[in-house]
Structure formats: structure tokens, C-alpha cells
């Protein structure tokens, strides 16, 4: 089992930066590819950025070079960097957590990001 908690969403203007960060908790965190997806209202959730154990990234197409994803495992974290925030970024944020042998798949519980003037 893991446990992820969320932090560092807000409310930030068009062109503003946010940095979210995710805590992990209960199993071996290295094991774990680990990834932040959104969810805007009436939509589905989509993959933005992952990184590997060994810290391979890869980003959705509309935030590669805004986003910058990061993770510690020493301390069991997780990071989303975000510049250059617009509009259609505002969704909520989730952590994930999965691993293909054995599999497992855990979220967390979202954190809200608002991008607006």
C-alpha cells in the first residue's frame, strides 16, 4: 500500500509559476514510476508528466517545456514544477504512484490549480 498526499495547489495568474509536491508513504517509493495527471470539469483525467525510478521523464505535448517534473527518493517525494501557467492548465492535479510487476496503481487525493486573473 502507498499513501500519497498532495500539496501546493492555488489560484495563479495567467503566465504565474506553482510548484506541486506529493509525499509518499507506506511501501518502497523507488519502486514506483511515479506521475501527475489532471482533470479539468467534464473532462477526463489525462497523463502530465511521469518519471521513472530512474528519473526518465516524459511530458504531455502541451506542457513540455513549462513543466518540469522531479522526484527525491531519499525523502519520498515527488515534484511538479509549472511555468508559464495559462488558463486551460486549471484542472485538478493528481499524484500517481504505479508499478507493472507486481501491478499496483494509487492516486492521491488531488489538489486543486486555478489559473485565472
Known amino acids: 500500500q502507498v499513501q500519497l498526499v498532495e500539496s501546493g495547489g492555488g489560484l495563479v495568474q495567467p503566465g504565474g509559476s506553482l510548484k506541486l509536491s506529493c509525499a509518499a508513504s507506506?511501501?518502497?517509493?523507488?519502486?514506483?514510476?511515479m506521475g501527475w495527471y489532471r482533470q479539468a470539469t467534464g473532462k477526463q483525467r489525462d497523463m502530465v508528466a511521469t518519471i521513472t525510478n530512474s528519473g526518465s521523464t516524459n511530458y504531455a505535448a502541451s506542457v513540455k517545456g513549462r513543466f518540469t517534473v522531479s522526484r527525491d527518493n531519499a525523502k519520498n517525494t515527488v515534484h511538479l514544477q509549472m511555468n508559464s501557467l495559462k488558463p486551460e492548465d486549471t484542472a485538478v492535479y493528481f499524484c500517481n504512484a504505479r508499478s507493472l510487476s507486481p501491478f499496483e496503481n494509487y492516486w492521491g487525493q488531488g489538489t486543486q490549480v486555478t489559473v485565472s486573473s
Open positions: 507506506g511501501s518502497i517509493f523507488r519502486r514506483y514510476t
